[in-house]
């Protein structure tokens, strides 16, 4: 499976634990509210917004709070001014992890993830260290035994699907961010069931990590994703499956 699964089953593991600690919905409602207020609250003339109330209503999020963010990123409603960055670095190993944060305290947030880069065993790097080793993609996963491959094949490229990877238990569907919404509707509309779908961030590459520097990058990762200030990590990391399945 590859690092960008292998991090989704972790983070996807320990989601009903965020959950009680409001995590996932308080960077969910950051994302709604940045989105409004930067391409207005038009859903179908904004990607980034219909994106990210889709991610809200996988989890569940209340009809309200959604609406409330979006009012106020419109700013229809008083909210909170968030500023969106992006740190990158390297992680044990020399794997590469470029983090996205969404904040009203820069200096916060980057003091928190710098600390963090440190304790276990990274350090942040330039703009512009890691970030070339990463494409934006959509990215839309699937279980093998929810779905016949042929049909699976057929929906999705005619969609506009870049490929289909073939991942031990999953279906990788990878798209450009401009074709992602398309397909994942033509996906849904074939009544495949979707266990994760996204735009992110994939490697080019992966830094294969064993032992002891393995465990200490789950822990980084573990930890930049309980960071308020951070909205998004990504890594090139390919970590064995005993060790990432030790980790919960």
């Not at 992680?91 to 980057?110: F, H, M, Q």
């Not at 963090?116 to 070339?132: D, S, T």
């Not at 064993?210 to 990391?237: F, R």
């Amino acid at each position: 499976m590859s690092g960008h699964s292998k991090w989704s089953t972790i983070k996807h593991k320990k989601a009903a634990t965020d959950a009680k600690r409001g995590k996932i919905f308080t960077k969910l409602i950051k994302e709604i509210t940045v989105a409004a207020r930067m391409g207005g609250g038009d859903l179908d003339a904004n990607p980034r917004l219909r994106t990210a109330i889709a991610a809200a209503r996988a989890e569940n999020m209340p009809n309200n709070n959604i609406e409330r963010a979006v009012k106020k990123g419109t700013g229809e409603l008083e909210g909170v001014s968030y500023e969106e960055s992006s740190y990158e670095g390297y992680g044990p190993g020399g794997a590469a992890i470029l983090v996205e944060s969404l904040t009203d305290n820069k200096n916060r947030a980057v003091a928190e993830i710098r600390h963090i880069f440190n304790k276990y065993g990274g350090n942040m790097g330039e703009n512009g260290c890691v970030a070339w080793m990463f494409d934006k993609k959509g990215y839309i996963n699937i279980e093998k035994s929810a779905v016949d491959e042929d049909v699976l094949m057929e929906t999705a490229l005619e969609a506009g699907a870049e490929d289909i990877r073939d991942e031990e238990n999953n279906f990788e569907v990878i798209t450009s961010p401009e074709d992602f919404d398309a397909v994942k509707a033509a996906i849904e509309e074939a009544k495949v069931p979707v266990v994760e779908a996204e735009v992110t961030m994939l490697p080019q590459n992966t830094t294969n990590l064993e032992g002891k520097e393995a465990e200490s990058m789950i822990k980084l990762m573990e930890a930049m994703e309980d960071c308020d200030d951070v909205q998004k990590v990504y890594t090139n990391a390919d970590i064995p499956d005993d060790i990432m399945d030790a980790a919960n």
